[in-house]
Structures are given as C-alpha cells and as structure tokens.
C-alpha cells in the first residue's frame, strides 16, 4: 500500500526567511511526487511534480522540491517566504505499480509572520 | 475556461436523505475523481474513473455510488445520507492517471444532521 506522511501540522516562519514542509512517502515502485497548495475555501492548486530525473523540481510561485531516494522523501522547499505563501500544503504521492490513483498526506499548515 | 466546476457549493442534508454531488470538467480529460477532506486526513480517495463508462473504487467507497455517463460529468451520490458523511467533497480530474497534475474543484461542503 502506498502512504505518504507530513510529519509537521503546522510550520511557522518569519518573511524573508526560508521555508521547509518535510514529506516522505512509501510506494512500491518508482514514485510519482507531487505537491498541492489549498486556500481558504478553494480547492487544491498544483505547485510541482517529480516524475523522473533531476531531483532537485522547480515549480510555481518560487517553490522548489528534492526528490531523495534513499531517504524516500520530498521536501517543498522556498529560499524566501512570503505572508500571501501561508496556507495549506499537502504532499502527494503515485506509481504505475501501485495504485495509481493518488495518495494525499494529512498536510502541514505554513504559517508566515510579518 | 473554467476548470472543475462543482455544484452544489453548500447543502444540509437530514439523515437518511439522499442527494446527488455533480461535477463537470471542460479540459476533455479523462480521469475524474471524488475525494472527500477530513480535518486531520488529507484527502481520501472515494471513487475514480479512467474514463466514460467506467468507475473503480478508491479508500472509502462505502455509502456512496458514482456514474460517468458522459465524459466531461462525474456524479456522486449519497444514497441514504449518515452524519459521518458530513465533509467537504472535492472533484478533480487529469488528463491520464499516475503521473498526470489533477485539477480540483472549489468543493461541496456537506452537512448531515
């Protein structure tokens, strides 16, 4: 069975600092990964994807993830956070042996103080 | 171009009622999916379909049943309604599974009483 975890519920950073939201996953097979941004009462908003090669995914709003095999993770990264970056995040994971239906974490809440 | 659209975007519901969650999708893709999103779990999967005419269970199917008659609607239905059902329920669809980003809807938020 395929699983993801988000081990932090909440992470609070200040503006203008960086930003880590850890993720690690299990699957059988070669990971799909992806990470989802949600607002207040909006659905979820893709921000990037791993699917193969570099490990180091860039994506949108000057988010940035490292895709590491030996420690089955995938932290979303940001070398500057901004106020209007604080909401919802959740880390996802697929494969083509395993389901490939997506599996979500429970997400971790960024929270960015002026 | 507007995406997922979920209707309705609210409804209360009584236990034992039953009611139909509608989602349509204008990108021609052919997965859609229904997640349902708890406090504390993320989102979890309910049905999906790979395209029309077909649909597959995902983690918790039960109490619900889904049809995807024409490829741009996918339906989900709460045949008798049970206040664990009470949730915020978002469809999404890609273009093939496994590797493809979804695209989410703005979601229903279901109350049972």
């Known amino acids: 069975a395929q699983s993801v975890a988000q081990p932090e519920d909440q992470v609070n950073v200040a503006e203008g600092n960086p930003l880590t939201v850890k993720c690690t996953y299990s699957?059988?097979?070669?990971?799909?990964l992806f990470w989802y941004v949600q607002y207040p009462n909006r659905g979820l908003q893709f921000l990037l994807k791993?699917?193969?090669?570099?490990?180091l995914v860039k994506g949108s709003y000057g988010f940035e993830a490292e895709f590491n095999k030996s420690q089955t993770s995938f932290h979303l990264k940001k070398p500057s956070a901004l106020v209007s970056d604080s909401a919802l995040y959740f880390c996802?994971?697929?494969?083509?042996?395993?389901?490939?239906?997506?599996?979500f974490g429970s997400g971790t809440r960024l929270q960015v103080q002026p | 171009n507007a995406g997922v659209t979920q209707t309705p975007k609210f409804r209360v519901l009584k236990t034992g009622q039953s009611m139909t969650l509608l989602c349509a999708q204008d990108?021609?893709?052919?997965?859609m999916y229904w997640y349902r999103q708890d406090p504390g779990m993320g989102l979890r999967l309910i049905h999906y379909?790979?395209?029309?005419?077909?649909?597959a269970k995902g983690e918790v199917p039960d109490g619900y049943n889904v049809s995807r008659l024409k490829k741009q609607n996918f339906l989900l239905g709460l045949e008798s309604a049970a206040p664990s059902q009470t949730s915020v329920y978002f469809c999404?669809?890609?273009?093939?599974?496994?590797?493809?980003?979804?695209?989410f809807g703005d979601g229903t938020r279901l109350s049972i009483l």
């Open positions: 379909s790979v395209g029309e005419g077909t649909t």
């Open positions: 990108m021609n893709h052919e997965y």
């Open positions: 999404a669809s890609s273009w093939t599974g496994s590797n493809q980003p979804q695209h």
């Open positions: 791993y699917i193969t090669g570099d490990n």
């Open positions: 699957v059988s097979g070669n990971p799909y």
């Open positions: 996802a994971v697929s494969s083509l042996t395993g389901r490939r239906a997506l599996t």
